[in-house]
């Protein structure tokens, strides 16, 4: 999956489906690889709507305080965040350092962000909290998330909670690919059997735990589906 279109999705939804009526965004992102394509990405889909970032502030791994970043946010008059880089630990002290300093406004992260750890790291202040995954949860209402839940707790029976993260699905789903695949190629296995079978596999029905599943010669993506999910107040 490539990150610009992960993120076009995230910026898209805050302008589309949010739709502020005067928009005043800001980015906050890591000083590493992952952070600078997510906001070159952010920054390509904001150009394409005539925006540019009001504000930009770094938060980089490992950070324990966010209060000077978030002090300029508010000093810029910010509707909304885009949270760029995907690392879940400092979005979860963003998070909790907005609502210590009244930061009140809705925050958008990318897709590792989009994690059962970082609502319960936020304490409570995830309830404007939004980010964008290719798999669903672990509690998602879906055929394909009630046979993984049953299977799972058959062989880890007393492990309902607390959730399994989005990573866990998208484990499950590399398995099942895996094991459809196997079926295809038979018992005759090499290397060109088994990427000629790989590519073979078109609109994959994984049950609701991604989308489906393709790829091609040309594409090893496998999908481009996603799903925004949203934190709750009091999570």
């Known amino acids: 999956m490539r990150i610009s ?38 920054l390509e889909v904001l150009k394409s709507y005539k925006l540019v970032p009001v504000s930009e502030e770094v938060l980089n791994p490992g950070a324990l305080d966010a209060s000077s970043q978030i002090m300029r946010l508010k000093k810029g008059g910010i509707s909304h965040i ?51 995954n290719h798999m ?4 998602d209402d879906e055929p394909g998330v009630a046979k993984m839940r049953k299977i799972t707790l058959k062989y880890d029976p007393g492990t309902e909670k607390p959730y399994r993260g989005n990573i866990y699905t998208h484990g499950w789903v590399l398995g099942l690919v895996t094991v459809e695949s196997l079926k295809r190629a038979g018992r005759v296995l090499d290397r060109e059997t088994y990427i000629n079978v790989l590519e073979g596999i078109k609109n994959f029905d994984t049950g609701g735990l991604c989308g489906p599943i393709s790829y091609s010669t040309t594409s090893h993506e496998g999908g481009n589906t996603w799903k925004i999910f949203k934190g709750r107040a009091g999570y």
């Open 5 to 42: 279109i992960r993120t076009r999705w995230l910026v898209e939804y805050l302008l589309k489906d949010l739709n502020p009526k005067y928009p005043r965004i800001g980015l906050v992102y890591p000083d590493n690889e992952t952070g600078k394509v997510d906001r070159s990405a952010a």
């Open 82 to 132: 885009i949270f760029c880089g995907g690392i879940p630990q400092i979005a979860a002290v963003f998070l909790r350092e907005s609502k210590k300093y009244g930061l009140n406004i809705p925050v958008l992260g990318s897709w590792a962000t989009c994690a059962e750890e970082v609502i319960r790291l936020a304490r409570g202040a995830a309830k404007r909290f939004y980010a964008v």
């Open 136 to 139: 669903s949860s672990w509690y």
